[in-house]
């Protein structure tokens, strides 16, 4: 018998007291077979949404469409669906018919895997279970409810939902929809990019991104939704590196992962060096080389990201440390180098560089970088950062109406001035002042 929640068991009553069975399903029966805890409740009752309406004094019509309305109580969203057969395919080709059922095995029948096809009776605790999903959850395996080459064809966004569960909960893929991914593609290509982004994202923010993105390129999804990473798959590295650019990537974006990064530093790591493959250049030594591969990578990460609707937010932070991420240091710099290097990369980006310039160690051979190694550029990094300096143009001591009022024009000028007065102040921070900053741009202008 399972435990339940004593918010459930008030809404189990409601349901009860109006004639209606209730079942919790999905996600959080299977956390609560795998002794977690859920985040959020769906479920699964014979009550049409009008009737739910009824019994609920709050309650918000989510998707009547598809039967569903979201009860708000006590502080919680629950997700209510009527019983149905059919799932909200994605394919593009069939219209969203919906068809309500009488019984919660029906019902669960439409479900996508086994371990998503369990339901918990709140009035009474008993289980539902037809297809041996807590077998199979016990078991850490991810099985179709069915067959699973008609299954992925009928709905193509369960082939990478099958890849991400893995990836989220560090289950096996079942052979048969390893098997059946490949022959399900013109289906898949069909899925939003929208709901690809977000299963992606849900891959690239799991505890091992590898376990799902293994599988996406050996089951053609890689070559697919990100043909730019596909095309690192064998292009090998010889020298600091002992993996082609598609495993040292993922090897990259496991390390970034495993030290909790956030989702820029993980999608960076993941895609630093897509670049490479049209960068390659054999040298007289016969040893392959990339020169600016990181300006490359960074416009293929912008176009890719674009593509699959990532935020600009997003878009733009990744692109800038994938920029970025070939910086060198050497103790000869001066401090100038320094101040340039902040105001080049942001100071509030450089955590996030140096996170992922960890991750790119890592994936260079598997082995755990030195955290000393990056420590004298640090050192010389908080020495700059103790002075105070002037490291952007909001802390110049003149700004664009001053040069306005010196009669530079509005327009692309002004800012190309204000660029140059920093650089003059990055290399001596003794010009920060508003009278020589005003003669130099006397002097540009
Ligand atoms: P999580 O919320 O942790 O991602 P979940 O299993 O709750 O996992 P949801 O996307 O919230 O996943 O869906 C709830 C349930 O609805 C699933 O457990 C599954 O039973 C069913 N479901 C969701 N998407 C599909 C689909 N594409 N095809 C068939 N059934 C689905
Ligand atoms: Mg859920």
Redo the contacts with the bound molecule.
Sequence with gaps: MIHIDPVLKEIAHIFSAHQKKVYL????V?DMLRKKSA??W?LASDALCDEVCLMFRRVVKTGIKHGTVTVLYKGHAIEVTTFRTE??Y?DGRRPDTVQFTATIEEDLS???FTM??VAVDLVSGKISDPFDGAEDIKKKIIRCVGNAEDRLSE?G??SL?ALRFSS?LNFTVDDAILAAIPRALGVTAKVSSERIRDEFE?IILSQKPSLALNLMAQTGLTRMLLPELADCIGVEQKGYHHFDVHTHSVLACDYAAKQQASKEVRLAALLHDIGKPQAAKLDERGIWTFYNHEKISARLVRDMLFRLRFPNGVIDKTVHLVAEHMFHYEDEWRSAAVRRFIARVGEENLEDLFALRSADTFGMAGIEPDPRSLLPLRLRIEDVLAKSCVLSLKNLAVNGSDLLSMGIPTGKRIGIILNQLLEAVLEDPELNTRGKLLEIAGKLG
């Design positions: 399903v999905g996600g959080a299977r985040h959020d769906d799932a909200d994605t439409r479900r996508d998503n096809a709905d966004l369960r939902r989220v849900k």
